[in-house]
């Protein structure tokens, strides 16, 4: 019971029962998912979807690295005490990663309707002719996922990465669980996309709200000015997108 308790408290060990939990959960929904999509949609239009589910995992990246340097700056102004340097970094990452999304949002939506709408042409069968909506449900939950490690990035500044990360591996798992259901039930791609883009935007919000209960001071919104603060991190930003480029490249361009 105590060993229980301490894995949901801030510490070490929290921190490394999340990632076990994480790997659990991964894991276990590939188990499930490879079996029983190619079953239930056959192997070409389970090949479709996962080509189509290469998009969240590249726009997670969109952000150049600013997420990950934003939370090493907070750690180190909360742990010197210097909780408005910590809030300014917070708000200018929050501004900064939201104009992103909508940019990037209205982006895919002229690209995917307007200028290239025949570019989904392969998939068209496999969505049921409606593969463009399936691309834009996807680039939202892409960009729904990136606002959702903005939110951790907070989490992690005030020493709550393991609880955190418990919270949103769990929604990981909803989400999961949420389309096998629904491919099981016999939906289509549509419904699963929306499925996911749901469940995250519900965690999120979950996740903000008990930011909110255990940081007010950093979680309030506070206009600020956003350009120096990410002028500042730019550089180490930059740099330390080398590996998790390295790796989406690897995974996810072997999908494609």
């Known amino acids: 019971m105590a060993l229980l308790k301490n894995l949901f408290r801030p510490g070490l060990l929290s921190n490394i029962g999340a990632h076990g939990y994480a790997q659990f959960i991964q894991i276990g929904l590939q188990l499930l998912f490879v079996p029983l999509f190619a079953h239930r949609w056959g192997l070409e239009d389970y090949g479709v979807w996962l080509t189509l589910f290469t998009i969240p995992g590249y726009l997670v990246s969109i952000d150049l690295g600013f997420t990950r340097v934003s939370t090493n700056e907070m750690i180190a102004s909360v742990a010197t005490n210097r909780r408005d340097e910590a809030v300014a970094v917070f708000q200018a990452l929050r501004i900064g990663i939201s104009l992103l999304c909508i940019f990037v949002l209205a982006l895919a939506g002229l690209l995917i309707f307007v200028v290239f709408p025949d570019a989904m042409v392969f998939a068209q069968s496999a969505a049921h002719g409606q593969a463009n909506l399936v691309a834009l449900l996807l680039v939202a939950y892409g960009l ?86 990410l002028a500042r991190l730019a550089r180490p930003a930059i740099a330390t997108m080398a590996l998790p480029a390295a790796y989406a490249a690897a995974l996810q361009g072997q999908v494609v």
């Open 144 to 229: 729904a996922t990136l606002q959702c490690q903005t939110v951790l990035s907070a989490f992690q500044s005030i020493g709550l990465y393991g609880p955190s990360g418990y919270v949103s591996q769990t929604i990981v798992l909803i989400e999961g669980l949420s389309a096998l259901v629904l491919v099981l039930a016999g939906e289509t791609m549509v419904e699963v996309a929306s499925a996911y883009l749901a469940v995250r935007l519900a965690g999120t919000l979950v996740l903000s709200w008990w930011l909110h209960r255990e940081a007010p001071w950093l979680s309030r919104f506070a206009w600020v000015a956003v350009r120096p603060h």
